[in-house]
C-alpha cells in the first residue's frame, strides 16, 4: 500500500505526463465515493421510517417562535 | 473597539408522536419535565427582567405584537447554564452563553443530547405517554415553521441602522454554506415551485426589519432585550437562520457572523452591498441549489449569493490581517473560520457535491438523489419527504444525519460534559455551578441574575448584568472555597 502511494506521488509530481495518468486516479475515488454512497444508501434503507406516508402526514407543527 | 462576542442559540424542536390529536403543548410539557425531575434542584425562571417587545428602533410597531410569555408552562434551567423549557408548542433549549463560535458548536450539540435524553426520560417516567420523537429542524413541510435563533452580543453606541446596513446581506447569502435543505415548497412564495430549497426557513420571511418572530417574519429582528447592562450592550437576535446537523455549519453559521459583527464595531460600515429586494433575495437564492441565480443590488448591478458572500469573506480577511477578529475569543478559531469560509465558497462554486461533508443542504441533496435513483422515485415520493424529514430525527436508530459522513469538530465526550458543566468563558460558569453546588438555596434565575433563599433573610438576588463577569476565571477559586450559599453571598457583598 506504501508503495502503491508512493508511485502514484511520483507521477503526479512529473506534471507534463499528469494527463495521461491522471484518469485511473480519479476513477479510483470516484469509485471508493460511490462505495460509501451506496453503503449510505444501505444503512437508510434499513433505518427508514416503513410507513412513510403516516410518518410524513403525521408530522405537523402549529405554534412557536 | 468590538466587544467580546458572546453568543448563544436557541433550539425550538419539532416533536411527533405519530398520532396528530395529541396536545404539542403537553407532549412538549412531558419532555422537560421527565428531563428536569432528574435534577437535584427545581427552580423557577425569573420572568422579572423580560421584555420581549422592546424594540431597537425605539418604538413598537402598531400590529407588531410582543411574542407571549407563557409562565405557566414548564421551565428549568441546567447546571450547564442553559434554559430548557416550553415556548408555546415546542421544547426549546436556549444554549447558555458562550465565548467562542467552537463552544457555541459544543453547547447546541448538548441540546440535542438533552432532548435524546428527555426522549428516555418520557418512556421512563410516564409509561402510559406515547412515546415522543424530537427533530431539529424548522419546518413541517405543511407551512408551519419554529425558529432557531441565534444571539450576539454588540455594542450599545453601534448605530442600529449600520448593522441593519452590514447584516442584511451576510444573513440573505449565508444560507449557501448554513441552510439546512429542504424538499419543495410550502408557502405561495414561488412561481414555479422550485424541486430542492438551499434553506428551511427562507420562504417564511416577509420582511427586511421588525420586531415580530411568527408574523411577517424579518431578515432582521428588532427585539432591544439585551439580558445584560442596557447602557453598554445590545444583544442581536438572529431569527433567519436553519438549524443546523452539521458542526461545521453551525461553526461558520454564528463564526461569520461574530466576525462580520465585530468589524462593524471596530471599522464601521465598509461599502455595505445594498440589495434591492432582501426578501425576494432570500428566496431566489434558496430557489437554487445549482447556486447560479443573480440577485439584483439597488445601483442596478447583479451578484450571485457566491459572489456576496466572496465580497463579505474579503473584507474580513482585510480586517483579521489589519489585527481585527480579537472579539471572537480565539486566534485560532478566527483563522479557522477564515479557512473554512474560503474553503466553503471555493467547494461550492467549483464542485458543490465536494461539501457534502460540511454543508447540511448539500448532503441532503446528495443522499435524496441518490436514493431516489437506486429505487427509481420521483421527487414527491413519501419515501423521500420521509428522509428529507428524519435528517433531522434525534433517535439515533433513525437519524439519517449522523449516517451520512458529517464532519465532527467537538468529540463526544466534551460534548457529553457539556450537558452537565457550564462554559467557563462567561456568566453562564456562575449561574451553572450555583446551581450544582447550592440546589436548594438557588430558587429562581434567569439570563441576568439569581435569587438565592437562604431560609432566614429576605430573598437575595445577584445580579449579572455583565455576560463577562462571573466566568471560572472569576469565580472558580470562589466558588470552591465556600462551604454555604450564606459564606457565598457574604463573600460577594464583602
Excluded at chain 1, 4 to 28: G, H, I, K, L, W
Excluded at chain 1, 35 to 48: F, G, H, R, S
Excluded at chain 2, 14 to 19: A, D, F, K, P, Y
Aim: proline letters at 6%; charged letters at 25%.
Amino acid at each position: 500500500m506504501a508503495e502503491q502511494e508512493q508511485t502514484r506521488r511520483t507521477t503526479t509530481s512529473t506534471t507534463e505526463s499528469q494527463d495521461v495518468e491522471a484518469p485511473p486516479a480519479d476513477r479510483d475515488s470516484s469509485e471508493q465515493l460511490k462505495a460509501e454512497l451506496d453503503d449510505i444508501l444501505d444503512q437508510i434503507d434499513q433505518v427508514l421510517e416503513e410507513n412513510a406516508e403516516d410518518f410524513v402526514r403525521n408530522y405537523v407543527q402549529k405554534g412557536g417562535e | 473597539m468590538a466587544v467580546s462576542k458572546v453568543l448563544g442559540i436557541e433550539t425550538e424542536y419539532g416533536i411527533s408522536t405519530g398520532r396528530p390529536g395529541d396536545d404539542p403543548i403537553v407532549m412538549s410539557t412531558l419532555l422537560v419535565n421527565a428531563f428536569a425531575s432528574k435534577l437535584a434542584h427545581h427552580i423557577r425562571w425569573d420572568f422579572d427582567a423580560e421584555s420581549p417587545g422592546a424594540d431597537a428602533r425605539g418604538r413598537v410597531q402598531p400590529g407588531s405584537l410582543a411574542p407571549m410569555i407563557e409562565t405557566h408552562l414548564a421551565n428549568a434551567v441546567l447546571t450547564n447554564g442553559a434554559r430548557f423549557y416550553v415556548d408555546h408548542a415546542h421544547p426549546e433549549y436556549s444554549s447558555p452563553e458562550v465565548s467562542t463560535p467552537l463552544e457555541a458548536v459544543r453547547y447546541d450539540r448538548a441540546g440535542e443530547e438533552v432532548l435524546r435524553h428527555a426522549m428516555a426520560d418520557v418512556a421512563r417516567s410516564y409509561p402510559n405517554a406515547p412515546p415522543i420523537v424530537v427533530f431539529k429542524n424548522n419546518s413541517d413541510a405543511k407551512g408551519n415553521s419554529y425558529g432557531t435563533h441565534e444571539n450576539y452580543l454588540i455594542a450599545r453606541d453601534l448605530s442600529f441602522g449600520d448593522v441593519i446596513a452590514a447584516m442584511v446581506p451576510h444573513l440573505v447569502s449565508r444560507q449557501v454554506y448554513c441552510g439546512a435543505g429542504k424538499l419543495g415548497a410550502e408557502t405561495t412564495s414561488f412561481d414555479g415551485p422550485p424541486q430542492f430549497q438551499i434553506s428551511q426557513r427562507a420562504e417564511f420571511f416577509e420582511a427586511v426589519v421588525g420586531l415580530e418572530t411568527t408574523l411577517k417574519r424579518p431578515i432582521i429582528n428588532t427585539r432591544d432585550e439585551p439580558h445584560a447592562d442596557a447602557t453598554r450592550f445590545r444583544r442581536l437576535h438572529v431569527i433567519i437562520g436553519d438549524a443546523n446537523m452539521s458542526e461545521v455549519a453551525t461553526f461558520l453559521k454564528v463564526g461569520t457572523t461574530a466576525l462580520l459583527l465585530a468589524m462593524l464595531e471596530d471599522d464601521g460600515l465598509i461599502e455595505p452591498i445594498e440589495l434591492a429586494d432582501p426578501v425576494g433575495a432570500v428566496r431566489t437564492i434558496s430557489a437554487d441549489p445549482s447556486l447560479n441565480a443573480t440577485v439584483e443590488l439597488a445601483d442596478g448591478r447583479t451578484l450571485t449569493a457566491l459572489e456576496i458572500q466572496e465580497i463579505l469573506l474579503g473584507q474580513a480577511v482585510r480586517y483579521v490581517e489589519r489585527g481585527g477578529g480579537e472579539a471572537i475569543g480565539d486566534p485560532s478559531q478566527v483563522v479557522e473560520i477564515l479557512r473554512r469560509w474560503e474553503g466553503s465558497l471555493h467547494g461550492l462554486a467549483t464542485d458543490s457535491p465536494s461539501m457534502s461533508a460540511t454543508i447540511d443542504w448539500v448532503a441532503k441533496k446528495r443522499v435524496l438523489e441518490a436514493f431516489a435513483d437506486r429505487h427509481r422515485l420521483s421527487m414527491g415520493d413519501p419515501k423521500l419527504r420521509a428522509m428529507d424529514l428524519q435528517y433531522h430525527d434525534l433517535r439515533p436508530e433513525r437519524s439519517i444525519a449522523s449516517r451520512v459522513g458529517l464532519e465532527q469538530l467537538v468529540n463526544q465526550n466534551d460534548v457529553d460534559r457539556a450537558v452537565t458543566e457550564p462554559p467557563r468563558g462567561t456568566r453562564a460558569y456562575f449561574r451553572g455551578s450555583c446551581l450544582a453546588k447550592f440546589p436548594r438555596e438557588v430558587v429562581t434565575a434567569n439570563w441576568d441574575s439569581l435569587v438565592f433563599d437562604l431560609g432566614t433573610d429576605p430573598l437575595r438576588r445577584v445580579p449579572m448584568m455583565d455576560p463577562l463577569r462571573g466566568t471560572a476565571d472569576h469565580t472558580e477559586q470562589l466558588l470552591g472555597s465556600v462551604r454555604s450559599a450564606q459564606e457565598l453571598l457574604a463573600r460577594i457583598e464583602s
